[in-house]
């Protein structure tokens, strides 16, 4: 069975930092992977989404890069904005098209 | 084009009512997934269906708990006999097809009082 895991858990940095999400997976027969953000009581808003053959995904101040051989992937956020707090949460899809989740990192960005 | 609309956001039920939400795809969408978040917990899948089909419900409670995906319609998640330890968040994403980017609704949260 697919286990993802995210580290840190939590995260509190300083305006303007670049910072490195991690995560990791178990099985590496995935379709894609894409990454979340969920703010407090709200849904889940895309970020980005990495197929199994590709390597990384860039958009904005965000990129995520996948290795999916190791079973990792990290999302880099540059020069962080108190507006990225939230909760980034990655998720695999695998067998039968269902997504894994991690349990997500909450990243709080102080101004 | 909107987003996937799920209704109604808030949802509250008394112990052995029965919950039904509601979740409408993106336009062209004919995948449609479940997933419920319980309080300080992650997200976990609970059914995958396509039109008029159920593909995967391997992550749906054996009891109570029912989804549909009519060819005209919203899906709809039905719960049962409602109990305290329902009380969640539930989500509904939809995608084009199986490979491609999904996209989350707003969440019900249901709160059985």
């Known amino acids: 069975k697919q286990e993802v895991t995210q580290i840190p858990a939590a995260l509190s940095v300083p305006e303007g930092e670049n910072l490195v999400l991690n995560c990791s997976f178990t099985?590496?027969?995935?379709?894609?992977l894409q990454w979340f953000r969920q703010d407090p009581g709200k849904g889940l808003t895309s970020l980005l989404l990495i197929q199994s053959s590709q390597r990384e995904q860039t958009s904005g101040r965000l990129n995520a890069s996948l290795d999916k051989s190791s079973g990792r992937s990290t999302l880099y956020i540059a020069a962080s904005q108190p507006g990225d707090s939230a909760t980034y949460l990655c998720a695999v899809r695998g067998n039968f098209n269902k997504f894994y989740f991690g349990s997500g990192t909450k990243l709080n960005v102080k101004p | 084009n909107a987003g996937v609309m799920q209704n109604p956001r808030h949802l509250v039920r008394r112990r052995g009512q029965e919950a039904r939400l509601r979740c409408s795809p993106m336009?062209?969408?004919?995948?449609v997934y479940w997933y419920r978040q319980l309080p300080e917990e992650g997200l976990k899948f609970m059914v995958y269906?396509?039109?008029?089909?159920?593909?995967?419900e391997s992550g749906m409670p054996k009891e109570r708990f029912s989804a549909e995906f009519p060819k005209e319609g919203p899906s709809i998640l039905r719960i049962q006999q409602v109990v305290r330890g329902d009380s969640a968040a539930y989500f509904c994403?939809?995608?084009?097809?199986?490979?491609?980017?999904?996209?989350f609704g707003q969440g019900t949260r249901l709160t059985v009082v």
């Open positions: 994403a939809s995608s084009p097809r199986p490979d491609t980017e999904a996209f």
């Open positions: 336009k062209g969408h004919s995948h």
């Open positions: 269906l396509q039109k008029e089909n159920i593909i995967d």
């Open positions: 099985d590496s027969a995935i379709y894609n």
